[in-house]
């Protein structure tokens, strides 16, 4: 059992940072649960940083901020192609290295689109490029298909019980629920870890 999976349901959600769509979140304390919702052909990108304890979680909607360079100005988290440098600014702040850190990718699920834009796959490209571009290797990814990237959640924390130090589990649902089994609302829904 994860030492995510044995965190109490109250303590889980006290200790949440919701990062909604078009943002993102840094954090080097060990007890946050960075999560985020709904992301549809959005793609989230988290980081963790094991040794220093140090977790970031970026939900972009839109490839390119070349279509509103406007908003990628007040809002760059919207965009892949400045929210992710921005993510990864912060966490060098925060004293990781891009070496120390663990990259995961969600989202990007195929919605009906009439426009024909294929968003999603153009999320998922142009993140995937952008890490190729610099040497970012993914540790694991969860995109693409249909839309069951309902919600995704990063918890970064102390195992104390089992001195394990850092653990970073993220929870995609199969069905509905946010939490693993016996950990909160929704125990004993199906969810996987990546």
Sequence with gaps: MSAAEKLPAAEWMKNQVVVPIGAFAVSADPSAVLVT???GSCVAVIAHDPVRRIAGLLHFMLPSSSISPERAKSEPAVFADTGVPLLFE??????TTKRD???RLCGGANLMDA???????R???????MFWKVGVLTAAED???ALHHGQIGVAAHHD?????????HVLV??????FPDGAGPGANQKCRSM
Aim: net charge positive.
């Design 143 to 145: 995109v693409g298909g």
């Design 115 to 121: 426009s024909g834009s294929q968003i999603a796959q």
């Design 160 to 168: 104390a019980h089992e001195g394990r130090g850092v653990f970073t």
């Design 37 to 39: 919702y709904a992301l």
């Design 90 to 95: 912060k966490l060098y702040a925060l004293g």
């Design 101 to 103: 850190l663990v990259v």
């Design 173 to 178: 649902p199969l069905e509905f629920g946010l």
């Design 123 to 129: 999320n998922v490209m142009t993140v995937r490029k």
